[in-house]
């Protein structure tokens, strides 16, 4: 059974900072791409970074919205994923949810996600 365990998330006032995780199971997680995507209320979806499967590659990708302030990073040895956050604003404020990207896949950024979490509310207050 896949799991993605989505930890980290709270309260926090803007300027400052979090550190979400994401322990996975289950799955070939040396083989995927792993992201973060986030969803604010009233608002679709959307991408907010990537990390390549093969570690030394040090590929990532940001939206331009998270840019400077985030910082995605993965532990290959662990099954985890994590998400330093800086800087936060308050349209920072969803819920932030780990995926895990089709296996092996040559696409990058990655087009195409297998499995979400359960997500982790980040409330940023002005």
């Known amino acids: 059974q896949v799991q993605l365990v989505e930890s980290g998330g709270g309260f926090v006032q803007a300027g400052g900072s979090l550190r979400l995780s994401c322990a996975a199971s289950?799955?070939?997680?040396?083989?995927?791409?792993m992201a973060w995507f986030r969803e604010a209320p009233g608002k679709e979806r959307e991408f907010v970074a990537a990390?390549?499967?093969?570690?030394?590659?040090?590929?990532?990708n940001y939206a331009d919205s998270v840019k400077g302030r985030f910082t995605i990073s993965r532990d290959n040895a662990k099954n985890t994923v994590s998400l330093q956050m800086n800087s936060l604003k308050p349209e920072d404020t969803a819920v932030y949810y780990c995926?895990?990207?089709?296996?092996?896949?040559?696409?990058?950024?990655?087009?195409?996600?297998?499995?979400w979490g359960q997500g982790t509310q980040v409330t940023v207050s002005s």
């Open positions: 995926v895990a990207a089709r296996s092996r896949s040559a696409s990058w950024p990655p087009e195409e996600y297998d499995y």
């Open positions: 289950g799955l070939t997680f040396n083989s995927r791409a």
């Open positions: 990390i390549h499967w093969i570690a030394i590659l040090r590929n990532t």
